[in-house]
Structure formats: structure tokens, C-alpha cells
């Protein structure tokens, strides 16, 4: 398909949010992948009131001055925010990476000790159970820690340096997981189906809700 963005937007290049059957959120796409689905008849795209539309009665839909429009030969196509997918009612079980920022992301960018939010500048890693003495970089023995901190630690357990952590750190959920990748590009589209996760997320006392980072 050879299409620009006529919005000054992402192009083909555009996330797209995709729904099983039960309008539960599977994954995060490109907007080239999403219009293919529902080219094929394998999706259909869901405007801001939740009405289904099939690939030709998505191309007769008038751009609005907030969509993003694919310039196509047959005229300019909006680039659809969700999908709902036909004929799937599964929600997979992707893993996390296991990396810095999405730790930081986990916890909140919050110190996991004293419960401050200093700025990305001035957090890191700690080992719940040090290195020293055989600790692992694992989901469940890495914390975002503020400089003080993990420095008043050291060496020592949480428990050896009284120090008290504000939850158990554990490997993220699907939830969780289609949170932060929805983190960076997020379109109010989308909150009806990745806001209702962080709401859930918060209100149960888990991992705690997404905020941006300072000086990010």
C-alpha cells in the first residue's frame, strides 16, 4: 500500500489498539498491520462511539480534523485507533522484557523504600537481595530505588538495614504488560479499554498506576 500521513502523523508507522471479541485489549499494532486486517475482513474499526465498520464502510467515513488520514489513490483513509478483531476471544500471555525502564515503569518511577518520586535522574536499580551475596537480576529481586537509598542499603537485605519495602516486587501481568507498551503513544481512544486496566490495577493496591516520568 503506498500511503503518507496527510496529519503530520505517524503514517503507517501509526499504533493501533486491537480488541478480541470481547473488547478486551490483545495487543498494540501498526496502523499498516491494522488496516490489512480489516482490508481482509479479519477486523473492523471502532469510531469514538464503539459503531463497528467494515474496511469499505471505514473508507467512506470523512476525516474529522483530529484524524490521522492516510493519502491513498482512492482518497484519504482515517487510520483507525482500535480494532475489534472478528474471530478471536483469547487474551494472550505475552512476557515482559526484563529491562530498567520498564522496572521504573512497574514501580511507578517510585522509590520502593522511602516512597519519594526524585526524577529519573535520580533513581536505580537495587537488589533486594544484593549481588554480593548472590542476588539475581530478576522480576522479583529488583526495585527502583532513589539515590540515598540504595546507597543507606548497600550491601546489606532490607531487612539487615531496617528498611521496609512499600511492596513485593513481582513479574508484571498481561495487564500490566499492555499498559506499559501502550505507555509512550497513547490515544484517548484508548482509554475506555487501557484505562480501565490502570483503574483496575490501582484500585486492587497492585502495581500502581502510570505516571510520566519527570524530565522525560
Request: with cysteine; hydrophobic share 35%; charged share 25%.
Amino acid at each position: 500500500m503506498r500511503a503518507r500521513s496527510q496529519t503530520g502523523g505517524f503514517g503507517l508507522d501509526s499504533p493501533v489498539l486491537v480488541l478480541n471479541q470481547g473488547y478486551r485489549p490483545v495487543r498494540i499494532t501498526e496502523a499498516r498491520n491494522g488496516l490489512a486486517m480489516l482490508y481482509l475482513g479479519r477486523a473492523r474499526a471502532l469510531d469514538a462511539t464503539f459503531e463497528p465498520f467494515t474496511f469499505e464502510a471505514w473508507c467512506k467515513r470523512p476525516p474529522s480534523p483530529t484524524d490521522e488520514a492516510i493519502g491513498t489513490p482512492r482518497g484519504p483513509i482515517c487510520v483507525p485507533r482500535v480494532l475489534l478483531l472478528e474471530h478471536y476471544s483469547r487474551v494472550p500471555r505475552a512476557p515482559l522484557r526484563l529491562s530498567r525502564r520498564h522496572v521504573y515503569l512497574r514501580d511507578n518511577y517510585t522509590c520502593q523504600y522511602c516512597g519519594r518520586m526524585p526524577g529519573l535522574k535520580e533513581l536505580n536499580l537495587d537488589h533486594v537481595h544484593p549481588r554480593s551475596r548472590g542476588g539475581r537480576s530478576t522480576w522479583e529481586n529488583l526495585v527502583t530505588s532513589c539515590r540515598p537509598c540504595n546507597l543507606g542499603k548497600g550491601g546489606a537485605t532490607p531487612e539487615e538495614a531496617n528498611m521496609r519495602l512499600r511492596k513485593p516486587p513481582v513479574r508484571p501481568g498481561w495487564s500490566l504488560a499492555l499498559t506499559l507498551a501502550a505507555s509512550r503513544r497513547r490515544f484517548v481512544e484508548w482509554e475506555p479499554f487501557i484505562g480501565a486496566v490502570g483503574a483496575t490495577l490501582r484500585a486492587g493496591g497492585g502495581e500502581s498506576g502510570l505516571v510520566p516520568p519527570r524530565g522525560e
